[in-house]
């Protein structure tokens, strides 16, 4: 059964895991706050950051958001970025797998190489409505 992504969803988790499975952090904070919507048409935009009120000094608040066209197959989604917060989503298709657990959807970005480790962060979305923005 392919899953519909169109609508608007809410960031309900994330982790990063090293090589072995350990979890090396949490991708926008220990309160992650994000929404993400698609339309029928093929346009989708992201907004992501630590939610937090205030930050440990010396630590930067993570955010990123952007937008552009998407395809989705069933179990990749490839968004050509036209508008970001960050000018290296410019440089190729952002690419995710996708799979669902239930009624979550579950984003996965390529690994990333963060302070000489080989990164993979999750992104867990829960359906806040069926209709785009």
């Not at 809410?10 to 926008?28: C, E, F, H, I, M």
């Not at 935009?45 to 990123?64: E, I």
């Amino acid at each position: 059964m392919e899953r519909n992504i169109v609508g608007v969803w809410r960031l309900a988790s994330t982790q990063a895991t090293d090589p072995d499975g350990k979890r090396v952090g949490v991708p926008y904070g220990p309160r992650g706050m994000g929404l993400v919507t698609f339309t029928a048409d093929g346009r989708m935009m992201s907004v992501l950051v630590d939610g937090r009120a205030s930050l440990p000094d010396g630590t930067p608040r993570q955010y990123s958001s952007y937008c552009g066209n998407y395809t989705f197959d069933g179990s990749t989604l490839t968004t050509v970025v036209d508008a970001n917060c960050d000018p290296v989503r410019f440089t190729a298709p952002q690419v995710r797998k996708v799979r669902f657990e239930g009624e979550r959807m579950v984003l996965t970005p390529p690994a990333s190489e963060i302070a000489g480790v080989k990164v993979t962060r999750e992104l867990t979305w829960e359906k806040v409505t069926s209709q785009s923005l």
